[in-house]
T-cell receptor, first 117, second 111 residues
């Protein structure tokens, strides 16, 4: 089956520092990847759609200058949380579809649990 | 109104029981429907897609009711390993790549 790998699985950082999260599609190419955030006992919320070779599309309320997304190749997208603060502590998950159609399911990376102290 | 709504549960059932729950969606143009399973502090994993005519995968049966805009999941002969949160996932509109997630229904199967 399709595999999406995400790294790191967890990270603890100090307030004000930046954290980079990588998302890789291991056995397929993904022109589009999706970044989600999940707070405890809440649903996954789409933050942005990462597009290979072009700018990411951010959802309403998500600061593009704070959450920098780069999708430089067909198998790698990165999310950088800049100047992280404790309220950014959350579970960040990336996803991608092997089939580039709306009715093919998403496959998720294992997620990154970010704790900002 | 939320795009996707689920009864959060929890549904506490004994092993071997049948448990079923629904999920409603607000966009009548949605065309893709999925059930995902999420274990505590882990990423969601695809359980099954939901097709118009309903579909079954082993002990799991999914149904779609377009008229009333809901999908359902039924688990037969529950196992302890079925304990998880089940996420209802719907695409946001006709031909839309983006998916909207419900907050999940928690199922706990007890011995």
């Amino acid at each position: 089956g399709a595999v999406v790998s995400q790294h790191p699985s967890w990270v603890i950082c100090k307030s004000g520092t930046s954290v980079k999260i990588e998302c890789r599609s291991l056995d397929f190419q993904a022109t589009t990847m999706f970044w989600y955030r999940q707070f405890p006992k809440q649903s996954l919320m789409l933050m942005a759609t990462s597009n290979e070779g072009s700018k990411a599309t951010y959802e309403q309320g998500v600061e593009k200058d704070k959450f920098l997304i780069n999708h430089a190749s067909l198998t790698l997208s990165t999310l950088t949380v800049t100047s992280a603060h404790p309220e950014d502590s959350s579970f960040y998950i990336c996803s991608a579809r092997p089939g580039n159609t709306y009715n093919s399911p998403l496959h998720f990376g294992n997620g990154t649990r970010l704790t900002v102290t | 109104r939320k795009e996707v709504e689920q009864d959060p549960g929890p549904f506490n059932v004994p092993e071997g029981a049948t448990v079923a729950f629904n999920c409603t969606y607000s966009n009548s143009a949605s065309q893709s429907f999925f059930w995902y399973r999420q274990d505590c502090r882990k990423e969601p994993k695809l359980l099954m897609s939901v097709y118009s005519s309903g579909n079954e995968d082993g002990r799991f049966t999914a149904q779609l009711n377009r008229a009333s805009q809901y999908i359902s999941l039924l688990i037969r002969d529950s196992k302890l390993s079925d304990s998880a949160t089940y996420l209802c996932v719907v695409n946001m509109g006709a031909g839309d790549y983006k998916l909207s997630f419900g907050a999940g229904t928690t199922v706990t199967v007890r011995a």
